[in-house]
């Protein structure tokens, strides 16, 4: 099948919310989508103005195109000096105010939608915006400057998520004139402690679109006595976007279903994902995955019915061994899921033994259209998007309507308070609104690998919101909780992602090296996080070739930045050191101090000390190596 050839452009992009939506819709949800359509209304209108175009809309948030920063600039000005005059005179019962973000940047078009770190700097302007406020980007600004009369003010480099930009309010009021503490790049050694603590957004960072390529496919190959399958993303062919997160929950659970059957070999979601971008050919995925054999699918919703079309390509003799078509009712999912994983495995000529069935998330749902509900919310919740996380919330409310105690759903909601906290829908204070939700989901699903890694990690993390334990009891309920995780066989990759990290940050250093092993065989393109945790775990038990060569990987490659790179390179310093070749590790000194010269190793002991699982002679000792080789604990 020919591939398509990303299109990619640069693009002015207009992102706008309104502030505190779900507490006007609680108080008065009638008179606030009224007032919403009178602004809509009034914003579409400069669109057309101002040579707009919307491309995505969903409830109270709006994004749309420009040629012109210029255009783009004028649209949101008038945009908000037009909903302050409205509100004034009370032109609508419920009066809302919008946060406007713009930025210049490159995107990718799909479908008549616009993606991209183009995209998503707008949207982190957006949030960052005050009420009734514009922020754009450096880009927009030096685009602008001298080109109109507005005022701007200037905010320095802030930091949301992994998005580090330059940002500028457009100053449209005195009042509205702020002071903002730039985001200063993390020192070394707090880098390393982030690594070290395992951060919980690091493990569903694996699901977002990384663009590393890892070269060392070798590592990758499967056992010869079990084939090899990628499931590409299916895709949606209805027309209507509304049905996109349905085709994408699809081949999560159908990887899921297949990869649970211990006969065969299947690549992670994140690799499918990382091959479609890169527009790869079958034969090109073969010789570099190994793969044996390529699932695709389509689907087309009418209603409440949908019809999938499958096939299956051997791309060792380079054609397709089967195809068929599907017709099923919306909320007969689990059929669907089973008959397709069944077909796959019987022109695989695998057959499932008696008593052996797809063992996979599902089972904890009573109702199908949960299951529905939950494959819809899995890629929006992932997605990190400030809409995305949004109508995930919305979702995980209305299965827990009718299945509060869903340990699933329970697990995965724990999680997403970090997606909320990242997205600015609350704050950073989650640790005991997670920790409740993840005992919830122990209590409910004692046997999901998810549950009991999650619970490990926040008791690992958390000491203080555990006083019913003493501190040895913490340690061994945390380290008995991880190693749950990992003796049920987790077997999609966040599983063990999470049973990996949660038997690292509990100690359990040999049986976490097993797992992130066994993660990176199906998953060659993590974010450069999870190499590091692995190559911090190599490091801790003296298995310095190898921890040397992946930190080496993870320092050179320039796809890499920010925290993998620069925890990286404190790892070859170390071991520079420890090898006797200071002058080595001297050199990798400077090059830290290069890209940051604020490190400061007060920032490690202070971490050290809300973690109490943690060997803090290790992190001594690294520290300590670490300022031999030059870097300086009394900068900054």
């Known amino acids: 099948m020919p591939t398509k050839e990303i299109d990619r452009k640069i693009a002015v992009i207009f992102a706008t919310d309104v502030v505190n939506y779900s507490k006007h819709m609680e108080i008065d949800e009638s008179e606030t989508v009224k007032s919403l359509r009178f602004y809509e209304k009034i914003l579409k209108g400069l669109f057309k103005k101002y040579n707009g175009n ?138 390393l402690a982030v690594g070290i603590l395992v951060l919980v957004i ?33 895709e949606n062919r209805s027309g209507n976007k509304s049905d996109d997160q349905l085709s994408s929950g699809m081949t999560d659970i159908i990887i899921s279903s297949l990869a649970s059957h211990p006969r065969l070999l299947v690549q992670s979601s994140s690799t499918s994902n990382f091959i479609k971008k890169k527009g790869m050919s079958d034969q090109e995925i073969k010789n570099e995955y190994y793969v044996n054999y390529i699932l695709r699918g389509y689907n087309q919703v009418s209603g409440e019915k949908i019809r999938t079309t499958v096939e299956l390509s051997d791309v060792v003799k380079n054609k397709i061994v089967w195809t068929d078509k599907f017709d099923f009712k919306l909320n007969d999912i689990f059929e669907i899921q089973d008959t397709i994983s069944e077909k796959v495995l019987e022109k695989l000529q695998i057959k499932l033994t008696l008593g052996e069935s797809f063992d996979d998330d599902r089972k904890y749902f009573k109702d199908p259209e949960n299951w529905q509900r939950f494959l819809k919310a899995n890629p929006l919740f992932l ?41 600015g829908l609350r704050d950073w204070n989650i640790g005991k609104d997670m920790i409740e939700t993840a005992k919830r989901a122990v209590k409910y699903g004692p046997d999901l690998s998810d549950a009991n890694s999650l619970l490990a990690t926040l008791m690992a993390k958390n000491p203080k919101e555990f006083p019913e334990y003493s501190e040895e009891e ?21 599983s063990i992602l999470s049973a990996a990290n949660s038997l690292f940050i509990v100690g359990l250093y040999d049986q976490a090296v097993e797992n992130y092993e066994k993660a990176l065989k199906v998953a060659p393109h993590p974010p450069g996080n999870v190499k590091l945790n692995y190559a911090l775990a190599l490091t801790y038990l003296k298995e310095y070739e190898k921890a040397y060569k992946l930190a080496s990987e993870l320092s050179e490659n320039e796809q890499y930045f920010g925290g993998s790179q620069m925890g990286a390179l404190g790892i070859r310093a170390f071991i520079d050191m420890e090898e006797g070749r200071s002058n080595d590790a001297k050199k990798v000194a400077e090059r830290i101090l290069e890209i940051d010269g604020s490190i400061n190793f007060k920032k490690l002991r202070r971490a050290m000390k809300t973690f109490i699982i943690m060997d803090k002679s290790f992190m001594r000792k690294l520290a300590s190596t670490l300022e031999k080789a030059g870097i300086s604990s009394q900068k900054n």
């Open 474 to 494: 913490l340690i061994e309920t945390a380290r008995k909780y991880a190693i749950n995780s990992s003796d049920l066989n987790p077997t999609g990759i966040i």
């Open 383 to 423: 997605s990190m998007s400030l809409e995305g996380v949004k109508e995930a919330g919305k979702l995980f409310e209305t299965i827990f309507e009718t299945e509060p105690n869903n340990p699933v759903v329970l697990s995965m909601y724990a999680w997403y308070f970090t997606a909320e906290a990242n997205v």
């Open 202 to 234: 690091g493990v569903f960072s694996f699901y977002l679109n990384d663009d590393t390529e890892i070269k060392n496919a070798e590592q990758i190959i499967a056992e010869s006595d079990r084939p090899m399958v990628l499931v590409m993303p299916f």
């Open 54 to 191: 919307l491309f995505n809309s969903g409830g109270d948030s709006f994004m749309a195109e420009f040629v012109s920063a210029v255009d783009a600039v004028e649209c949101a000005v008038e945009f908000q000096k037009k909903i302050k005059t409205s509100n004034a005179s009370s032109s609508t019962k419920v009066t809302l105010e919008f946060r406007i973000g713009i930025n210049t940047g490159d995107v990718i078009k799909e479908k008549g939608n616009l993606l991209g770190e183009g995209v998503n700097i707008a949207a982190r302007l957006e949030a960052l915006a005050l009420a009734g406020g514009i922020s754009v980007s450096k880009s927009v600004f030096d685009y602008v400057k001298g080109k109109t009369k507005h005022q701007f003010n200037d905010l320095g480099i802030q930091k949301v998520k992994q998005n580090e930009f330059h940002a500028f309010d457009i100053v449209l009021d005195p009042s509205q004139k702020r002071s903002l503490k730039p985001k200063q790049s993390k020192g070394l050694i707090t880098i």
